[in-house]
């Protein structure tokens, strides 16, 4: 994972490259979480990687241009886990080389505040 967050202003490989012709590499693993890393929980605000709520990013084998996540919410019952999933969803879209996005949620295993990174442990204030 890349520790270097993109501004919300400037995504990876966003689509204004490809508008402008500059050629553009794939998206890699790294161009997909850093995207995802765009999502705020909006209970938490903390990004939806460093919560730990990335379970798997890659190519979607079922779709020409497409990203498979597995993910989960912090809980079973989160409120905000329809909106968490539909910003993935767009954040990923926004990619200039991806066509679809597609999200699955999992509760297994279950999520658990040992996944976090040590970036949202300070910014929840757990030491």
């Not at 402008?20 to 990004?47: F, Y």
């Not at 919560?51 to 409120?79: F, H, K, N, R, W």
């Not at 886990?81 to 954040?91: D, F, L, S, W, Y």
């Amino acid at each position: 994972m890349s520790d270097v967050p993109n501004t919300p202003e400037e995504p990876a490989n966003c689509d204004k490259e490809a508008e402008a012709g500059v050629e553009t590499a794939a998206s890699t693993e790294i161009d997909w979480l850093d995207a995802l890393r765009q999502v705020i929980d909006p209970e938490l605000m903390v990004n939806i990687v460093d919560l730990g709520l990335i379970y798997s990013v890659g190519a979607d084998d079922d779709s020409e241009q497409g990203v498979a996540v597995e993910m989960t919410l912090t809980s079973p019952a989160c409120p905000a886990g329809p909106q968490i999933v539909q910003q993935a969803k767009m954040a990923l879209e926004r990619l200039h080389d991806v066509g679809k996005a597609k999200i699955e949620l999992t509760m297994s295993p279950p999520w658990t505040p040992e996944r976090m990174t040590d970036d949202a442990r300070d910014q929840l204030g757990i030491f």
